[in-house]
Nanobody, 122 residues
Framework: QVQLVESGGGLVQAGGSLRLSCIAS????????MAWYRQAPGKQREFVAE??????NYANSVKGRFTISRDSAKNSVYLQMNSLKPEDTAVYYC?????????????????WGPGTQVTVSS
């Protein structure tokens, strides 16, 4: 069974920084795309950032402030968030394409973590 767990969320003042971590567990063979999404109260979940082997992409709203990185050896993906704004307040979710051994077969799947709350006060 593959699981993703986020950590690093919390309460921070505007202009501050947080670093989110997401660790995957299970019998993982390899990672494909890894990404972060967020969902603010009353809004739909939205894309924040993604990373492939090397290239990265960001939502316009976070470009220049957030940095996504990964450490495949540690089964981890990170999101460094700087210059935080109140509008960044949301639950942040880790998402990953993972190829793993499940029971008696090898399968690729799209996995999500349960989320971590980020609150930015003005």
């Amino acid at each position: 069974q593959v699981q993703l767990v986020e950590s690093g969320g919390g309460l921070v003042q505007a202009g501050g920084s947080l670093r989110l971590s997401c660790i995957a567990s299970g019998n993982i063979i390899s990672f494909g795309r890894m990404a972060w999404y967020r969902q603010a109260p009353g809004k739909q979940r939205e894309f924040v950032a993604e990373i492939f082997g090397g290239p990265t992409n960001y939502a316009n709203s976070v470009k220049g402030r957030f940095t996504i990185s990964r450490d495949s050896a540690k089964n981890s993906v990170y999101l460094q968030m700087n210059s935080l704004k109140p509008e960044d307040t949301a639950v942040y979710y880790c998402n990953a394409d993972i190829f793993a051994k499940l029971a008696d077969s090898y399968q690729s799947g799209d996995y999500w973590g349960p989320g971590t709350q980020v609150t930015v006060s003005s």
